[in-house]
């Protein structure tokens, strides 16, 4: 005999029409149940979990619609494909059967190719599904796997990276406090000690940062209002703008105006930008300009400086990762190159937009728009 191509329940009350749809489902290699009634075809289909169920729609007793809700409601026979059989003369709402779950009808008396073909190709479609439905769980399975191990690895690299660099500060501090008549030569090897291992734990910040804003998991929105956002994170840019000698000036038209969004990423994209405009501004130089605006369906930010300017063909090119632009007064200044990749980012997830204007010699606005909550 051979081998079956998978097993169908018969439901129907005519015996005759039973033995009919068994030979010619048997012919083909279908291995084939049969119930004369909902009540046993229901506990059946739970008992041997057929890979397909035809099924009678008039039958004395619960019907074939009844019958397929019953099927549709346990967990166990739920997504076994039911098609319906309706006699031409049935009036029958052919639509109802559908919304119970049903994926086909088929007429009597019967043709027996179209039976066989519709009962085909139910079969592989429903295969298919299946087969899709198991990849995406393995991949989902994997996605997770993969996204814990990352921050596992962020969790682990944050404490392990920065603590030997918190040490070799401290150490330097601590050389220069126990020797007060140190040479010159020792006193500048201690400096750049100092100055690489600033920068190497911004850059481990950054990048640590970055990776985790990237994931896009654990943004924390909430409603927060324009005023409150921009007068916590401009003070604090104030502080670094005057120790250089820069006043910042700032306008707000915003009302009491709200917005959806992290506040703590959000400050960081302010850190960001008005930390750029006080580093590329020259020492006393002129005031920058922090300004918000109500706009139709967002709010708009604008960080003005009046600094050393960025050169147009590198304008398309500062928001990328470790860009920095290689003139002699920009690399005069310490920095990751990382600030606006990590502000594009987090405005990026805010579903808002960033544009920047810049002129060597005159200075440069960057403006970011969030979305009206
Ligand atoms: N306000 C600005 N004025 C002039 N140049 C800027 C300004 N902001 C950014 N840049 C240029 O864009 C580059 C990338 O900026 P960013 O990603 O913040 O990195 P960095 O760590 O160097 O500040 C900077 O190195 C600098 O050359
Ligand atoms: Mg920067």
């Known amino acids: 005999m051979a081998v079956s191509i998978g097993s169908i329940l018969i439901v129907d009350d005519v015996p005759i029409n039973l033995s009919v749809l068994m030979q010619l489902l ?26 397909m169920i035809l099924l009678d729609v008039m039958m004395p007793g619960i019907d074939g619609f009844e019958t397929c809700r019953r099927l549709k409601a346990s967990p166990i026979t739920r997504d076994i494909p039911v098609i319906f059989m309706t006699a031409l003369s049935d009036t029958i709402d052919k639509v109802y059967g559908f919304q119970l779950g049903a994926v086909d009808y088929v007429t009597k008396p019967l043709q027996h190719e179209e039976v066989i073909a519709r009962v085909n190709a139910h079969l592989t479609l429903h295969r298919q599904k299946q087969e899709i439905e198991q990849l995406r769980q393995q991949e989902r399975l994997h996605y997770e796997r993969l996204s814990q191990l990352k921050d596992q690895m962020l969790h682990t690299a944050s404490h392990d990276l920065k603590n030997p660099l918190a040490v070799i500060t401290t150490a330097v501090e601590l050389l220069r406090r126990y020797n007060p008549s140190l040479d010159e030569r020792t006193k500048e090897k201690l400096n750049q000690i100092e100055v690489s291992t600033a920068y190497m734990r911004d850059l481990i910040v950054n990048l640590l940062d970055l990776a985790r804003i990237e994931t896009g998991v654990g943004l924390q929105k909430q409603k927060i209002l324009v005023k409150q956002l921009l007068e916590t994170n401009v003070a604090q840019a104030v502080i670094l703008a005057h120790e250089k000698g820069i006043a910042v000036q700032s306008q707000y038209l915003v009302n009491d105006m709200t917005i959806y969004c992290d506040p703590l990423l959000i400050g960081q994209v302010f850190q960001n930008l008005i930390s750029n405009a006080v580093k590329y501004t020259p020492q006393g130089g ?13 709010v708009s930010f604008n960080i003005m400086d009046h600094g050393i300017g960025i050169p147009e063909s590198d304008i398309p090119h500062v928001f990328d990762k470790f860009f920095r632009v290689n003139t002699i007064e920009h690399r005069t200044v310490a920095g990751t190159g990382l600030g606006l990749s990590i502000v594009r980012e987090i405005v990026q997830q805010h579903g808002g937009s960033l544009h920047v204007e810049s002129q060597v010699g005159i200075g440069s606005t960057f403006s970011f728009s969030l979305p009206r909550s």
């Open 26 to 51: 048997g012919s083909v290699g279908y291995k084939v149940l049969v119930a004369t009634d909902g009540e046993s075809a229901v506990q059946q289909a739970e008992y041997a979990i057929p890979d």
């Open 286 to 298: 002129a005031p920058i300009q922090v300004s918000a605006e109500k706009r139709e369906t967002e």
